[in-house]
Protein backbone atom coordinates (compact mmCIF):
# COMPACT_ATOMS: atom_id res chain seq x y z
CA UNK A 1 0.00 0.00 0.00
CA UNK A 2 1.03 3.33 -0.90
CA UNK A 3 1.80 5.99 1.75
CA UNK A 4 3.60 8.91 -0.19
CA UNK A 5 5.46 9.57 -3.42
CA UNK A 6 8.02 12.06 -3.95
CA UNK A 7 7.91 12.95 -7.68
CA UNK A 8 10.88 15.34 -9.31
CA UNK A 9 10.79 16.50 -13.13
CA UNK A 10 12.10 19.07 -15.88
CA UNK A 11 10.59 20.46 -18.71
CA UNK A 12 10.91 22.83 -21.20
CA UNK A 13 8.40 25.15 -21.87
CA UNK A 14 8.47 27.72 -24.60
CA UNK A 15 6.01 30.11 -24.65
CA UNK A 16 2.68 30.84 -22.31
CA UNK A 17 0.48 29.04 -24.74
CA UNK A 18 2.44 25.87 -24.45
CA UNK A 19 1.01 23.33 -21.77
CA UNK A 20 2.76 20.89 -19.19
CA UNK A 21 0.72 19.46 -15.91
CA UNK A 22 1.04 16.20 -14.03
CA UNK A 23 -1.94 14.17 -12.88
CA UNK A 24 -2.46 11.48 -10.79
CA UNK A 25 -4.63 8.73 -10.58
CA UNK A 26 -5.53 5.59 -8.06
CA UNK A 27 -8.02 4.08 -9.60
CA UNK A 28 -6.29 2.28 -12.59
CA UNK A 29 -7.37 5.82 -14.73
CA UNK A 30 -10.96 6.31 -14.15
CA UNK A 31 -10.40 9.39 -12.98
CA UNK A 32 -7.66 12.01 -12.41
CA UNK A 33 -6.54 14.75 -10.46
CA UNK A 34 -4.05 17.30 -11.33
CA UNK A 35 -1.01 17.37 -9.02
CA UNK A 36 0.76 20.21 -11.09
CA UNK A 37 1.02 22.88 -13.62
CA UNK A 38 3.71 24.69 -15.07
CA UNK A 39 3.07 28.86 -14.71
CA UNK A 40 6.71 29.44 -15.54
CA UNK A 41 8.38 29.85 -19.22
CA UNK A 42 11.59 28.53 -20.20
CA UNK A 43 13.70 25.79 -18.30
CA UNK A 44 10.91 24.54 -15.67
CA UNK A 45 11.04 21.83 -12.38
CA UNK A 46 8.50 20.39 -10.60
CA UNK A 47 9.03 18.88 -6.76
CA UNK A 48 6.31 17.76 -5.72
CA UNK A 49 5.52 16.05 -2.24
CA UNK A 50 1.84 13.50 -2.53
CA UNK A 51 0.53 12.28 0.71
CA UNK A 52 -3.63 12.17 0.39
CA UNK A 53 -3.38 12.54 -3.43
CA UNK A 54 -1.58 8.72 -3.08
CA UNK A 55 -2.28 7.30 0.83
CA UNK A 56 -3.60 4.44 1.08
CA UNK A 57 -3.94 3.92 -2.99
CA UNK A 58 -2.26 0.25 -4.28
CA UNK A 59 -1.33 1.29 -7.67
CA UNK A 60 -1.08 5.32 -8.62
CA UNK A 61 -0.75 6.25 -11.32
CA UNK A 62 1.14 9.32 -12.88
CA UNK A 63 -0.22 11.14 -16.00
CA UNK A 64 2.26 13.69 -17.93
CA UNK A 65 0.49 15.82 -20.21
CA UNK A 66 2.53 18.25 -22.90
CA UNK A 67 0.84 20.73 -25.46
CA UNK A 68 2.93 22.35 -27.70
CA UNK A 69 0.75 25.27 -29.30
CA UNK A 70 2.97 25.81 -32.48
CA UNK A 71 5.36 23.03 -32.01
CA UNK A 72 5.45 19.44 -30.15
CA UNK A 73 8.88 20.88 -29.69
CA UNK A 74 7.91 23.55 -27.53
CA UNK A 75 6.84 21.72 -24.47
CA UNK A 76 9.15 18.66 -23.86
CA UNK A 77 9.49 16.39 -20.48
CA UNK A 78 13.75 16.43 -19.79
CA UNK A 79 14.01 14.00 -16.87
CA UNK A 80 11.37 12.51 -14.22
CA UNK A 81 12.32 10.61 -11.14
CA UNK A 82 9.41 8.99 -8.85
CA UNK A 83 10.30 7.31 -5.41
CA UNK A 84 7.22 5.54 -3.67
CA UNK A 85 6.94 5.09 -0.20
CA UNK A 86 4.87 1.41 0.44
CA UNK A 87 3.33 0.24 3.70
CA UNK A 88 4.72 -3.42 4.07
CA UNK A 89 3.60 -6.40 6.63
CA UNK A 90 6.77 -7.59 7.92
CA UNK A 91 5.86 -11.10 7.78
CA UNK A 92 6.44 -10.98 4.26
CA UNK A 93 9.40 -9.92 4.21
CA UNK A 94 12.35 -12.32 3.31
CA UNK A 95 14.18 -13.16 6.87
CA UNK A 96 17.93 -14.66 7.23
CA UNK A 97 18.70 -16.84 9.59
CA UNK A 98 21.73 -17.04 12.31
CA UNK A 99 24.53 -18.55 10.46
CA UNK A 100 24.66 -19.53 6.46
CA UNK A 101 21.66 -19.05 3.78
CA UNK A 102 21.02 -19.76 0.37
CA UNK A 103 19.02 -16.92 -1.39
CA UNK A 104 17.73 -17.99 -5.21
CA UNK A 105 16.69 -15.57 -7.25
CA UNK A 106 14.35 -16.63 -10.36
CA UNK A 107 11.83 -15.54 -12.58
CA UNK A 108 8.38 -16.60 -12.08
CA UNK A 109 5.00 -15.67 -14.37
CA UNK A 110 6.23 -13.12 -17.04
CA UNK A 111 3.61 -10.98 -16.67
CA UNK A 112 2.91 -7.39 -15.08
CA UNK A 113 -0.50 -7.21 -12.56
CA UNK A 114 -2.71 -4.49 -12.50
CA UNK A 115 -5.19 -5.02 -8.87
CA UNK A 116 -8.30 -3.12 -7.76
CA UNK A 117 -9.25 -3.50 -4.18
CA UNK A 118 -11.70 -1.29 -3.42
CA UNK A 119 -12.93 0.15 0.22
CA UNK A 120 -16.39 -1.01 -0.27
CA UNK A 121 -17.61 1.41 3.27
CA UNK A 122 -19.20 4.65 3.11
CA UNK A 123 -20.06 4.94 -0.79
CA UNK A 124 -16.04 4.42 -1.56
CA UNK A 125 -16.83 1.57 -4.04
CA UNK A 126 -17.97 4.44 -6.49
CA UNK A 127 -14.68 5.71 -6.83
CA UNK A 128 -13.74 2.42 -8.87
CA UNK A 129 -17.28 1.05 -10.04
CA UNK A 130 -17.88 2.11 -14.11
CA UNK A 131 -21.53 0.70 -13.41
CA UNK A 132 -23.75 -0.11 -10.96
CA UNK A 133 -27.70 -0.76 -10.04
CA UNK A 134 -29.89 -0.96 -6.81
CA UNK A 135 -26.30 -0.90 -4.18
CA UNK A 136 -26.13 0.06 -1.25
CA UNK A 137 -23.04 0.40 1.54
CA UNK A 138 -22.57 0.59 5.28
CA UNK A 139 -21.00 3.33 6.58
CA UNK A 140 -18.25 0.86 8.30
CA UNK A 141 -17.94 -2.74 8.88
CA UNK A 142 -20.21 -4.09 11.61
CA UNK A 143 -18.88 -7.56 11.79
CA UNK A 144 -21.63 -9.98 11.25
CA UNK A 145 -22.53 -8.32 7.88
CA UNK A 146 -20.91 -6.62 5.17
CA UNK A 147 -21.05 -3.67 4.04
CA UNK A 148 -22.07 -3.61 0.47
CA UNK A 149 -26.01 -5.25 -0.20
CA UNK A 150 -28.58 -4.72 -2.06
CA UNK A 151 -30.88 -1.24 -1.56
CA UNK A 152 -34.26 -2.86 -2.06
CA UNK A 153 -35.25 -6.09 -0.65
CA UNK A 154 -35.76 -8.50 -3.37
CA UNK A 155 -34.82 -7.11 -5.99
CA UNK A 156 -31.11 -7.38 -7.47
CA UNK A 157 -27.75 -5.43 -7.46
CA UNK A 158 -25.32 -5.38 -9.16
CA UNK A 159 -21.60 -3.40 -9.40
CA UNK A 160 -18.99 -3.43 -12.59
CA UNK A 161 -15.90 -2.61 -12.80
CA UNK A 162 -13.11 -2.44 -15.72
CA UNK A 163 -9.45 -2.83 -15.64
CA UNK A 164 -7.73 -1.36 -18.67
CA UNK A 165 -4.33 -2.51 -19.19
CA UNK A 166 -1.66 -1.26 -21.80
CA UNK A 167 -0.79 -4.66 -23.38
CA UNK A 168 -2.24 -8.14 -23.86
CA UNK A 169 -4.06 -9.69 -20.67
CA UNK A 170 -3.39 -13.11 -20.01
CA UNK A 171 -5.22 -14.04 -16.78
CA UNK A 172 -8.05 -12.39 -14.70
CA UNK A 173 -8.65 -13.66 -11.11
CA UNK A 174 -10.99 -11.84 -9.29
CA UNK A 175 -13.60 -12.82 -6.48
CA UNK A 176 -14.05 -11.57 -2.33
CA UNK A 177 -15.42 -12.21 0.50
CA UNK A 178 -18.91 -12.81 0.45
CA UNK A 179 -21.77 -13.66 3.16
CA UNK A 180 -25.26 -15.32 2.37
CA UNK A 181 -27.89 -15.85 5.01
CA UNK A 182 -31.57 -15.43 4.66
CA UNK A 183 -34.39 -16.20 7.04
CA UNK A 184 -37.49 -18.77 6.73
CA UNK A 185 -35.84 -20.56 3.94
CA UNK A 186 -35.97 -17.62 1.38
CA UNK A 187 -32.39 -17.65 -0.48
CA UNK A 188 -30.32 -14.56 -1.70
CA UNK A 189 -27.54 -15.29 -4.35
CA UNK A 190 -24.53 -13.45 -5.15
CA UNK A 191 -23.30 -14.13 -8.34
CA UNK A 192 -20.11 -13.14 -10.48
CA UNK A 193 -19.82 -12.34 -13.91
CA UNK A 194 -16.71 -11.25 -16.43
CA UNK A 195 -16.74 -10.11 -19.90
CA UNK A 196 -14.00 -8.45 -22.34
CA UNK A 197 -15.90 -6.39 -24.27
CA UNK A 198 -18.32 -5.01 -21.29
CA UNK A 199 -21.58 -6.49 -23.06
CA UNK A 200 -21.40 -10.40 -23.52
CA UNK A 201 -21.20 -11.36 -19.70
CA UNK A 202 -20.03 -15.30 -18.71
CA UNK A 203 -20.91 -16.49 -15.84
CA UNK A 204 -18.18 -17.83 -13.69
CA UNK A 205 -19.52 -18.90 -9.91
CA UNK A 206 -22.69 -18.55 -7.54
CA UNK A 207 -22.98 -18.29 -3.96
CA UNK A 208 -26.82 -19.58 -3.55
CA UNK A 209 -26.40 -21.72 -0.52
CA UNK A 210 -28.06 -20.88 2.81
CA UNK A 211 -26.05 -22.87 5.49
CA UNK A 212 -23.11 -22.57 7.45
CA UNK A 213 -20.58 -21.06 6.96
CA UNK A 214 -22.17 -18.10 5.65
CA UNK A 215 -19.05 -16.29 5.31
CA UNK A 216 -16.93 -17.47 2.42
CA UNK A 217 -13.89 -16.62 0.55
CA UNK A 218 -13.83 -17.62 -2.79
CA UNK A 219 -12.26 -16.37 -6.33
CA UNK A 220 -12.13 -17.30 -9.94
CA UNK A 221 -9.10 -17.71 -12.01
CA UNK A 222 -10.24 -17.10 -15.79
CA UNK A 223 -7.88 -17.14 -18.75
CA UNK A 224 -8.31 -14.31 -21.52
CA UNK A 225 -7.89 -14.61 -25.06
CA UNK A 226 -5.09 -13.26 -27.04
CA UNK A 227 -5.23 -9.43 -28.27
CA UNK A 228 -7.38 -8.27 -24.99
CA UNK A 229 -6.77 -5.56 -23.04
CA UNK A 230 -9.74 -4.77 -21.15
CA UNK A 231 -11.75 -6.89 -18.89
CA UNK A 232 -14.95 -5.94 -17.30
CA UNK A 233 -15.97 -8.01 -13.59
CA UNK A 234 -19.64 -7.88 -12.13
CA UNK A 235 -21.02 -8.84 -8.92
CA UNK A 236 -24.79 -9.31 -8.81
CA UNK A 237 -26.68 -10.16 -5.72
CA UNK A 238 -30.31 -10.26 -4.47
CA UNK A 239 -31.01 -10.05 -0.79
CA UNK A 240 -34.67 -11.42 0.30
CA UNK A 241 -34.25 -9.83 3.67
CA UNK A 242 -31.65 -7.47 4.89
CA UNK A 243 -31.78 -6.71 8.53
CA UNK A 244 -29.85 -5.37 11.87
CA UNK A 245 -30.04 -9.50 13.26
CA UNK A 246 -27.43 -9.98 10.20
CA UNK A 247 -29.82 -11.89 7.79
CA UNK A 248 -29.32 -11.11 4.15
CA UNK A 249 -26.94 -11.50 1.09
CA UNK A 250 -23.70 -8.83 1.44
CA UNK A 251 -19.81 -8.69 0.22
CA UNK A 252 -17.62 -7.90 2.65
CA UNK A 253 -14.83 -6.68 0.60
CA UNK A 254 -13.53 -7.53 -3.00
CA UNK A 255 -10.00 -8.33 -5.00
CA UNK A 256 -9.28 -7.94 -8.77
CA UNK A 257 -6.49 -8.37 -10.44
CA UNK A 258 -5.61 -8.43 -14.35
CA UNK A 259 -2.36 -10.28 -15.64
CA UNK A 260 -0.86 -8.82 -18.77
CA UNK A 261 2.18 -8.90 -21.13
CA UNK A 262 4.47 -6.71 -20.23
CA UNK A 263 6.35 -4.55 -22.90
CA UNK A 264 9.68 -6.17 -22.29
CA UNK A 265 10.29 -9.27 -20.56
CA UNK A 266 14.17 -9.91 -21.17
CA UNK A 267 15.80 -10.09 -17.77
CA UNK A 268 18.11 -7.06 -16.70
CA UNK A 269 21.11 -7.39 -15.02
CA UNK A 270 20.13 -6.15 -10.97
CA UNK A 271 21.34 -5.31 -7.51
CA UNK A 272 19.95 -7.11 -4.25
CA UNK A 273 20.82 -5.40 -1.21
CA UNK A 274 19.44 -7.38 2.34
CA UNK A 275 20.01 -5.04 5.52
CA UNK A 276 19.57 -6.27 8.76
CA UNK A 277 21.06 -5.84 12.62
CA UNK A 278 22.61 -8.41 14.31
CA UNK A 279 22.10 -9.32 17.70
CA UNK A 280 24.84 -9.12 20.15
CA UNK A 281 25.10 -11.23 23.75
CA UNK A 282 24.09 -8.12 25.41
CA UNK A 283 21.39 -7.98 23.31
CA UNK A 284 22.55 -4.85 21.44
CA UNK A 285 21.83 -4.66 17.52
CA UNK A 286 25.00 -3.82 14.87
CA UNK A 287 23.37 -3.06 11.45
CA UNK A 288 25.02 -4.97 8.41
CA UNK A 289 24.26 -5.27 4.98
CA UNK A 290 24.81 -7.83 2.38
CA UNK A 291 25.03 -6.73 -1.51
CA UNK A 292 24.96 -8.97 -4.90
CA UNK A 293 24.79 -8.27 -8.46
CA UNK A 294 22.68 -10.71 -9.97
CA UNK A 295 23.82 -10.85 -13.78
CA UNK A 296 21.68 -14.18 -14.84
CA UNK A 297 18.80 -15.85 -13.60
CA UNK A 298 18.68 -18.24 -12.07
CA UNK A 299 20.89 -17.77 -9.52
CA UNK A 300 21.91 -18.44 -6.33
CA UNK A 301 24.53 -16.86 -4.10
CA UNK A 302 24.82 -17.52 0.12
CA UNK A 303 24.78 -14.59 3.04
CA UNK A 304 26.35 -15.48 6.09
CA UNK A 305 24.78 -13.52 9.35
CA UNK A 306 26.78 -13.52 12.75
CA UNK A 307 25.82 -12.41 16.20
CA UNK A 308 24.48 -14.22 18.78
CA UNK A 309 20.88 -14.80 18.03
CA UNK A 310 18.43 -14.59 14.91
CA UNK A 311 19.34 -10.78 12.99
CA UNK A 312 16.62 -8.30 12.83
CA UNK A 313 15.13 -7.88 9.59
CA UNK A 314 15.17 -4.06 8.33
CA UNK A 315 14.71 -4.08 4.37
CA UNK A 316 14.98 -5.81 1.17
CA UNK A 317 16.39 -3.60 -1.95
CA UNK A 318 16.13 -4.67 -5.20
CA UNK A 319 17.68 -1.80 -7.77
CA UNK A 320 18.37 -2.29 -11.59
CA UNK A 321 22.44 -2.31 -12.21
CA UNK A 322 22.40 -0.05 -14.63
CA UNK A 323 20.90 2.68 -11.99
CA UNK A 324 23.61 1.86 -9.60
CA UNK A 325 26.41 4.01 -10.35
CA UNK A 326 28.71 1.12 -8.79
CA UNK A 327 26.95 -1.52 -8.34
CA UNK A 328 28.98 -3.77 -5.57
CA UNK A 329 28.84 -7.28 -4.22
CA UNK A 330 29.83 -8.20 -0.63
CA UNK A 331 29.02 -7.29 3.40
CA UNK A 332 28.48 -3.63 4.22
CA UNK A 333 31.51 -4.21 5.93
CA UNK A 334 34.20 -6.32 4.51
CA UNK A 335 33.73 -9.64 6.99
CA UNK A 336 32.30 -12.48 6.06
CA UNK A 337 30.81 -14.08 9.01
CA UNK A 338 30.62 -17.35 8.00
CA UNK A 339 28.72 -20.07 10.07
CA UNK A 340 26.70 -23.47 9.17
CA UNK A 341 23.15 -23.48 8.38
CA UNK A 342 20.67 -22.72 11.21
CA UNK A 343 18.43 -26.11 11.67
CA UNK A 344 15.34 -25.62 14.05
CA UNK A 345 14.31 -27.99 17.11
CA UNK A 346 10.68 -29.57 17.17
CA UNK A 347 9.99 -29.77 20.78
CA UNK A 348 8.06 -32.84 21.95
CA UNK A 349 6.45 -33.21 25.69
CA UNK A 350 5.49 -35.92 27.75
CA UNK A 351 2.22 -36.24 30.75
CA UNK A 352 2.12 -33.04 32.55
CA UNK A 353 2.02 -34.59 36.20
CA UNK A 354 1.06 -31.15 37.71
CA UNK A 355 -2.18 -30.95 35.90
CA UNK A 356 -5.30 -31.03 38.64
CA UNK A 357 -3.17 -31.45 41.61
CA UNK A 358 -3.12 -29.06 44.81
CA UNK A 359 -0.60 -26.65 45.67
CA UNK A 360 -0.24 -23.80 48.11
CA UNK A 361 1.05 -20.24 47.99
CA UNK A 362 2.79 -18.66 50.74
CA UNK A 363 1.30 -15.25 49.70
CA UNK A 364 -2.10 -14.67 48.49
CA UNK A 365 -2.21 -13.16 45.13
CA UNK A 366 -3.46 -9.76 44.56
CA UNK A 367 -6.87 -9.34 42.64
CA UNK A 368 -6.13 -6.09 40.66
CA UNK A 369 -6.94 -6.45 36.56
CA UNK A 370 -9.20 -9.34 37.49
CA UNK A 371 -6.51 -11.40 38.86
CA UNK A 372 -6.91 -13.75 41.84
CA UNK A 373 -7.33 -17.57 42.22
CA UNK A 374 -10.06 -17.95 44.73
CA UNK A 375 -11.02 -21.65 44.27
CA UNK A 376 -7.23 -22.49 44.18
CA UNK A 377 -7.47 -24.27 41.09
CA UNK A 378 -5.82 -21.83 38.33
CA UNK A 379 -2.30 -22.82 38.38
CA UNK A 380 -2.92 -26.33 37.55
CA UNK A 381 -5.99 -26.21 35.50
CA UNK A 382 -3.99 -27.19 32.22
CA UNK A 383 -4.80 -23.94 30.54
CA UNK A 384 -1.56 -21.63 30.02
CA UNK A 385 -2.70 -18.18 29.78
CA UNK A 386 -1.95 -15.90 26.90
CA UNK A 387 1.45 -14.68 25.64
CA UNK A 388 0.79 -11.08 25.64
CA UNK A 389 0.95 -8.61 29.11
CA UNK A 390 -1.83 -6.60 30.52
CA UNK A 391 -5.08 -6.48 28.71
CA UNK A 392 -7.33 -9.26 29.99
CA UNK A 393 -3.99 -11.39 30.58
CA UNK A 394 -4.06 -11.08 34.50
CA UNK A 395 -7.42 -12.25 35.09
CA UNK A 396 -6.27 -15.59 33.68
CA UNK A 397 -3.35 -15.95 36.45
CA UNK A 398 -2.17 -14.91 40.15
CA UNK A 399 -0.14 -11.89 40.58
CA UNK A 400 2.41 -10.45 43.06
CA UNK A 401 4.43 -7.36 43.23
CA UNK A 402 7.86 -6.56 43.36
CA UNK A 403 8.93 -7.03 47.78
CA UNK A 404 7.01 -9.82 48.00
CA UNK A 405 8.52 -13.65 47.28
CA UNK A 406 5.57 -16.21 47.08
CA UNK A 407 6.83 -19.59 46.77
CA UNK A 408 4.12 -21.82 45.07
CA UNK A 409 4.44 -25.71 46.16
CA UNK A 410 2.69 -28.40 43.97
CA UNK A 411 2.06 -31.97 45.23
CA UNK A 412 1.82 -34.54 42.46
CA UNK A 413 0.44 -36.91 45.23
CA UNK A 414 3.56 -39.21 45.02
CA UNK A 415 6.84 -39.46 44.51
CA UNK A 416 7.16 -39.33 40.62
CA UNK A 417 9.75 -38.81 37.83
CA UNK A 418 10.26 -35.55 36.41
CA UNK A 419 12.39 -34.72 33.48
CA UNK A 420 11.36 -30.93 32.85
CA UNK A 421 9.36 -28.10 34.72
CA UNK A 422 7.61 -24.76 33.43
CA UNK A 423 6.11 -21.49 34.70
CA UNK A 424 4.46 -19.21 32.60
CA UNK A 425 5.15 -15.50 33.56
CA UNK A 426 3.57 -12.31 32.18
CA UNK A 427 2.85 -9.47 33.78
CA UNK A 428 0.91 -6.78 34.85
CA UNK A 429 3.32 -3.77 34.47
CA UNK A 430 5.79 -3.29 32.90
CA UNK A 431 5.72 -5.39 29.84
CA UNK A 432 9.65 -6.62 29.54
CA UNK A 433 10.22 -8.78 26.45
CA UNK A 434 12.30 -11.81 27.56
CA UNK A 435 13.62 -11.91 23.58
CA UNK A 436 15.20 -8.33 24.49
CA UNK A 437 16.79 -9.54 27.82
CA UNK A 438 14.88 -7.42 29.70
CA UNK A 439 12.86 -9.34 32.51
CA UNK A 440 14.33 -8.92 35.86
CA UNK A 441 12.41 -10.78 37.83
CA UNK A 442 13.85 -14.66 38.99
CA UNK A 443 12.32 -18.28 39.55
CA UNK A 444 14.52 -20.51 41.73
CA UNK A 445 12.93 -24.20 41.42
CA UNK A 446 13.27 -26.70 44.62
CA UNK A 447 12.19 -30.41 44.73
CA UNK A 448 11.24 -32.70 47.58
CA UNK A 449 10.54 -36.18 48.00
CA UNK A 450 9.46 -35.87 51.78
CA UNK A 451 8.61 -31.73 51.76
CA UNK A 452 10.19 -31.04 54.50
CA UNK A 453 13.64 -30.96 53.03
CA UNK A 454 13.95 -29.58 49.36
CA UNK A 455 16.86 -29.81 47.20
CA UNK A 456 17.88 -26.59 45.11
CA UNK A 457 17.26 -27.45 41.31
CA UNK A 458 18.28 -24.33 40.05
CA UNK A 459 17.43 -21.15 38.50
CA UNK A 460 14.80 -20.49 35.68
CA UNK A 461 16.05 -18.73 32.82
CA UNK A 462 13.73 -15.68 31.87
CA UNK A 463 15.77 -14.66 29.20
CA UNK A 464 15.41 -15.81 25.71
CA UNK A 465 17.12 -16.17 22.25
CA UNK A 466 15.10 -16.44 19.18
CA UNK A 467 17.39 -19.46 18.30
CA UNK A 468 16.17 -21.11 20.84
CA UNK A 469 12.20 -20.94 20.40
CA UNK A 470 11.01 -24.27 18.85
CA UNK A 471 9.40 -24.29 15.33
CA UNK A 472 6.46 -25.54 16.72
CA UNK A 473 6.08 -22.94 19.22
CA UNK A 474 4.03 -19.99 17.72
CA UNK A 475 4.77 -16.37 19.05
CA UNK A 476 2.52 -13.65 18.99
CA UNK A 477 1.90 -11.68 15.77
CA UNK A 478 4.31 -8.57 17.52
CA UNK A 479 6.75 -11.30 17.98
CA UNK A 480 7.72 -10.24 21.62
CA UNK A 481 8.03 -12.72 24.42
CA UNK A 482 6.23 -10.67 27.13
CA UNK A 483 4.31 -14.11 28.31
CA UNK A 484 5.76 -16.96 28.25
CA UNK A 485 6.23 -20.77 29.39
CA UNK A 486 9.73 -20.82 30.81
CA UNK A 487 11.01 -24.26 31.18
CA UNK A 488 14.36 -25.70 33.62
CA UNK A 489 15.09 -29.15 32.96
CA UNK A 490 17.84 -30.55 34.90
CA UNK A 491 20.60 -32.87 33.41
CA UNK A 492 19.27 -35.95 34.85
CA UNK A 493 15.33 -36.77 35.74
CA UNK A 494 14.30 -35.93 39.26
CA UNK A 495 12.46 -38.04 41.65
CA UNK A 496 10.16 -35.67 43.39
CA UNK A 497 6.50 -35.70 45.18
CA UNK A 498 6.56 -32.00 45.90
CA UNK A 499 7.56 -29.18 43.37
CA UNK A 500 8.07 -25.57 44.71
CA UNK A 501 8.91 -22.16 42.91
CA UNK A 502 10.06 -19.66 44.16
CA UNK A 503 9.38 -15.93 43.07
CA UNK A 504 11.26 -12.87 43.45
CA UNK A 505 9.39 -10.69 41.33
CA UNK A 506 10.84 -7.32 40.57
CA UNK A 507 7.36 -5.71 38.83
CA UNK A 508 4.04 -6.65 38.82
CA UNK A 509 4.34 -9.93 37.77
CA UNK A 510 1.27 -13.03 36.75
CA UNK A 511 1.70 -17.17 36.34
CA UNK A 512 -1.11 -18.56 34.77
CA UNK A 513 0.42 -22.01 35.19
CA UNK A 514 2.61 -24.81 36.47
CA UNK A 515 3.80 -27.82 35.26
CA UNK A 516 5.96 -30.80 35.35
CA UNK A 517 6.30 -32.99 32.40
CA UNK A 518 7.98 -36.88 32.73
CA UNK A 519 10.00 -35.94 29.77
CA UNK A 520 10.43 -33.25 27.31
CA UNK A 521 12.13 -33.78 24.18
CA UNK A 522 13.72 -31.27 21.06
CA UNK A 523 14.61 -32.99 17.73
CA UNK A 524 16.30 -31.41 14.77
CA UNK A 525 13.61 -29.95 12.56
CA UNK A 526 14.87 -28.98 8.93
CA UNK A 527 12.13 -27.33 7.31
CA UNK A 528 13.87 -28.59 4.23
CA UNK A 529 13.01 -25.62 1.88
CA UNK A 530 14.12 -27.00 -1.76
CA UNK A 531 15.74 -24.56 -4.03
CA UNK A 532 15.60 -24.81 -7.72
CA UNK A 533 18.59 -26.33 -9.27
CA UNK A 534 20.09 -23.05 -11.16
CA UNK A 535 23.51 -24.39 -12.72
CA UNK A 536 25.74 -21.38 -11.27
Same mark, same amino acid.
Given at each position: ?????????????? +???????????????? &???? &? %??????????? *??????????????????????????????????????????????????????????????????????? #??????????????????? +???????????????????????????????????????????????????????????????????? %???????????????????? #??????????????????? *???????????????????????? !??? !????? %??????????????????????????????????????? +?????????????????????????????????????????? /?????????? *??????? #??? =????????????????????????????????????? /?????????????????????? /???????? @????????????????????????????????????????????? &???? #? =???????? @????????? =? +???????????????? !?????????
Amino acid at each position: MTTSQKIYATFFRK +SAEDGIRMSVSVNNGL &AWKE &A %WKADVTGEVAA *DLQLIDEVNGAYEPMLKVELLGKASASNAVLKSLSIDTTTQVNTKTLPRLNLGKNTVYVGTGDPTESIVLW #PDLCADHYKEMIVEESNIA +SAAEHRGYFGPLHPATNGEEGFLVYRIDAPNDIVRLTYGGRFYNRTADGVRGYIRLFHSTDGKTWTPS %WTLDKNDKPYDVVHYETVEI #PKGVRSVWMKYALLSPNIN *DTGFGCSIYSLRMEANYVPPDATF !QPM !QVVYG %WQEVQEDHSLVERSHSQVVDHVPFTYTINVGGADHPVME +SLHTFLAYAVAEPKTGYSDGKDSGGEKFVYRWASAGRNLAEG /KPYTVSVPSL *DRWGAGD #PQG =VKLTDGVVGPNYAGGTAPASALLWDEGQTPEITVDLG /KVQTCGAFRIHLSAGYPWWDAL /KGEVKDQV @KLLTSVDGKEFTDQGDFTLNLRRREIPINHMLPDDETAQGFNFEL &APAQ #P =VQARYVRY @KLTPARSVT =V +SEVQVYDWVKYEPFDI !QISLPKTGS
